[in-house]
């Protein structure tokens, strides 16, 4: 179960480099004429490797051989970074601010958007209301509102919440 979170808790972003994109290829599956399917880049050393979906994994590999703990997509229209020792994927602010990606929040607000235009349902929802392929639209909504409530809720989490039609606190 996914636990959403947006302070970013990892303790490994000092450590990232200025480092050169990274290459096309994964060079450790070229030198044995293997194949891969995504490319990753350490952003500690700048190395290239392939993702968890290839079959040599050569870029937790790389973790794993030196404890450089966050990468990046090479992926074209992708920007985001994993930290393998907090596993948490991460995003950078255009004014640098590192962030923990919520999809749980996000997924939710995709759900909310549609099921409110298509009339289907109206705020607040149920605690049992679900969206789509079973998404749990009501506990989603009440897990933001608990933390509204607690005063720890995101601020730009409460501004795309207050955006959906209906929505009151
Ligand atoms: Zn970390
Ligand atoms: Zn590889
Ligand atoms: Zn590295």
Redesign the pocket.
């Known amino acids: 179960m996914y636990v959403p979170h947006m302070q970013a808790t990892c303790t490994h972003l000092d450590d990232i480099a200025d480092v050169a994109h990274g290459l096309d290829v ?5 030198a ?1 004429r ?1 194949t ?1 399917l995504h ?1 990753r880049q350490c952003r500690i050393c700048g190395n290239t ?2 993702c968890d979906s ?6 937790t ?1 790389h973790f794993h051989e030196t404890g450089h703990a966050i990468m990046r997509t090479l992926e074209e229209g992708q920007d985001w970074s994993w930290c393998f020792v907090d596993k948490e994927t991460l995003e950078q602010d255009d004014d640098g601010r590192w962030r923990a990606v919520d999809a749980f929040f996000d997924a939710g607000v995709w759900y909310a958007r549609e099921v409110l235009a298509a009339g289907a349902a109206s705020l607040p929802f149920p605690r049992s209301a679900t969206a789509g392929d079973g998404f749990p639209l009501g506990i989603w909504e009440a897990t933001y509102r608990d933390r509204y409530r607690a005063g720890t809720l995101d601020p730009d989490q409460a501004a795309g919440l207050e955006s959906l039609p209906g929505w009151r606190w």
Do not use: E, T, V, Y
């Not at 290839?54 to 870029?59: E, T």
């Open positions: 994964c060079p450790a599956c070229l044995s293997d891969w490319l490797g392939c290839s079959r040599n994994k050569h870029a590999a």
